[in-house]
């Protein structure tokens, strides 16, 4: 076999904390389109496909360096209970870490390539022959390499994640985390769980969503054990457990809602550690069945309007809206936030510098630091304190 032909978008150091054998060698997992549990499942077998970030293996070996820093973090994480300090070399290991996972998947691969079709046969509907354009449902358009693509977005964004504060959810006795094959899951309780129309028309309005990397509101759930989740939010409008407590006790129906949230999000799998957990996790997927997404990738076509001498039509791309969004009893918006949802950004500044980072890196053709362009930007003393 070739070297590193098996690519995992989930990595397997991950899924062993779902193991069902001591070894770390097996895992139960159920199947979604075949509504099957097949138990004792090879890990080195599960979440991978051939060549899927290229055959060079440039961006494999990269992910693999990432993973072998990750690995010894997380699994701190898991036998002490205690966060990574804000500020330290690990604090931005794992901002990096959660954003690449986001990325890496299955999923993101799919809901890119769906988003490219839409807009691609959007676009080629207004300029090709009529005749020719009813033969476009029957070709498919996609993004050459989008899964690599998505790892090298997702790593420059990495930084706008800095800012969120983060903590252990830990399950109740009898409770379990399940983990999808998609298991870094974006959702914002203050904006979604509002006045949804008037979130949306703000949104429509300023081409901002509720659950990008810089949105205000952002909440990230993230298991990293059967009995940990690993919740990262926006501190502006959230308030989770004591101050100063890294790990907090949730309830049971919370853990069912962050287990939800990992079976609508998944692409084909969703993984569980004991035998006994099977009718728990096929009862869950039947209940939550009607919630998953028809599509990963949203596109949104809104009616022209005349600008001066020109007509401009916005399109809105970007992940599906959500179809649940649960009450966290442990997530409480504070008092003090303004309890009319308005889509945001949580600092613009860290935007624009990401974004002044993405395009020299593209000017220069070649990998960068952050840190150090950081350093010397001009706007660098301006960014809210991490």
């Not at 759930?221 to 101050?243: A, M």
């Not at 006994?276 to 069945?289: I, M, N, T």
Request: proline content about 7%.
């Amino acid at each position: 076999m070739p070297h590193n032909k098996d690519q995992h978008f989930n990595p397997q150091f991950y899924l062993r904390n779902f193991a069902a054998d001591e070894k770390g060698r097996s895992i139960h997992l159920y199947n979604v389109a075949r509504d099957r549990c097949i138990f004792g499942a090879s890990i080195a077998g599960q979440c991978s496909r051939p060549y899927f970030y290229g055959k060079d293996g440039r961006v494999e070996s990269g992910l693999a360096m990432l993973e072998g820093a990750a690995a010894p973090m997380l699994r701190r994480m898991i036998t002490e209970r205690k966060l990574p300090p804000r500020h330290s070399p690990e604090h931005g290991l794992l901002g990096q870490f959660i954003a690449v996972q986001h990325g890496r998947t299955q999923a993101r691969e799919t809901e890119i390539n769906e988003m490219a079709d839409k807009f691609g046969k959007h676009v080629l509907r207004k300029h090709v022959k009529p005749d020719l354009a009813e033969y476009l449902d029957n070709v498919r358009i996609s993004i050459t390499n989008a899964a690599t693509w998505n790892v090298h977005v997702a790593a420059v964004r990495a930084p706008v994640l800095f800012d969120l504060e983060y903590k252990l959810l830990v399950a109740p006795p009898a409770s379990y985390y399940i983990v999808g094959d998609n298991p870094v899951v974006f959702l914002n309780q203050y904006i979604d769980r509002g006045d949804r129309r008037h979130a949306r028309a703000v949104s429509a309005a300023t081409a901002l969503g509720s659950r990008g990397f810089a949105s205000r509101g952002l909440q990230i759930s993230f298991p990293i054990s059967p009995q940990l989740c690993l919740f990262l939010y926006d501190r502006d409008i959230y308030k989770i457990g004591p101050v100063g407590r890294g790990a907090i006790d949730i309830s049971k129906d919370d853990v069912d809602h962050l287990n939800s949230l990992q079976y609508i999000n998944s692409h084909n799998n969703v993984y569980f550690a004991g035998n006994g957990q099977a009718e728990y996790v096929k009862r869950l997927a039947r209940s939550r069945e009607p919630r998953r997404q028809a599509a990963f990738g949203k596109f949104e076509v809104f009616k022209p309007e005349r600008q001066g001498d020109r007509w401009m039509q916005l399109i809105v791309m970007g992940a599906s809206d959500p179809t649940f969004v649960p009450h966290l009893a442990f997530s409480k918006v504070k008092r003090r936030v303004d309890k009319t949802p308005t889509p945001g950004v949580r600092d613009p500044v860290i935007v624009q510098i990401v974004k002044d980072f993405s395009d020299e890196m593209d000017k220069q053709a070649k990998p960068m630091e952050f840190g150090p362009f950081l350093a010397r930007h001009p706007l660098a003393r301006s960014i809210r304190p991490f």
